[in-house]
T-cell receptor
Framework: DAGITQSPRHKVTETGTPVTLRCHQT?????MYWYRQDPGHGLRLIHY???????DKGEVSDGYSVSRSKTEDFLLTLESATSSQTSVYFC?????????????FGPGTRLTVT | AQSVTQLDSQVPVFEEAPVELRCNYS??????LFWYVQYPNQGLQLLLK??????LVKGINGFEAEFNKSQTSFHLRKPSVHISDTAEYFC????????????FGQGTRLTINP
């Protein structure tokens, strides 16, 4: 158990509304990531963070923003949700030290935009 | 940049038969390689990883993978599968330096038939 929780776990929202997903970790790891999973695409990186207030874009960042004001929380915001953002969103952490190079994933948030 | 191709989107196998899931990658820099498994309606779990050293790596649940640098491949194998191995399997790479952002393949759905 990597101590990662995501909230909410399921959400249905309407096109044009803002949505914020939360990722919380209990281990104070440096790196945190947001991915989306879509059939036929595997997982694709949206944004990542390498420290408090330090974030960068991933492969599919358009329409998304992130914030990290505390080590333990990484927020993903869809500023104006669209149907193409219907997906399963996964948060991941990487300790970034001690010879640990793999990422550990949260349980996911299933988002439906109607 | 890195890319990953999983050569089979679906692999049906009979129980107790051997299986190989194929993964090829491309990268201009040194990479780490991973296989993750996703059981239905769950998050991703690390099966095994290759960082350096021996090209044959062993993971959980009896799986192993072989890194072949000349063929840029990292195929996953199991000598005898069980019903419980039914899941989706993802191959992923990350640069060995920096933020270690993962790039995933499209996934291979392994179905075990009795």
């Amino acid at each position: 158990d990597a101590g990662i929780t995501q909230s909410p776990r399921h959400k249905v929202t309407e096109t044009g509304t803002p949505v914020t997903l939360r990722c919380h970790q209990t281990e104070n790891h440096r790196y945190m990531y947001w991915y989306r999973q879509d059939p036929g695409h595997g997982l694709r990186l949206i944004h990542y963070s390498y420290g408090v207030k330090d974030t960068d874009k991933g492969e599919v960042s358009d329409g998304y923003s992130v914030s990290r004001s505390k080590t333990e929380d990484f927020l993903l915001t869809l500023e104006s949700a669209t149907s193409s953002q219907t997906s399963v969103y996964f948060c991941a952490i990487n300790p970034g030290q001690g010879g640990t190079y793999e990422q550990y994933f949260g349980p996911g948030t299933r988002l439906t935009v109607t | 940049a890195q890319s990953v191709t999983q050569l089979d989107s679906q692999v049906p196998v009979f129980e107790e038969a051997p299986v190989e899931l194929r993964c090829n990658y491309s990268s201009s820099v040194s990479v780490y390689l991973f296989w993750y498994v996703q059981y239905p309606n769950q998050g991703l779990q690390l099966l095994l990883k290759y960082l350096s050293g021996s090209t044959l790596v062993k993971g959980i649940n009896g799986f192993e993978a072989e890194f072949n640098k000349s063929q840029t491949s990292f195929h996953l194998r199991k000598p005898s599968v069980h019903i419980s191995d039914t899941a989706e399997y993802f191959c992923a790479v990350s640069p060995s330096q920096g933020a270690q952002k993962l790039v995933f393949g499209q996934g291979t759905r392994l179905t075990i038939n009795p």
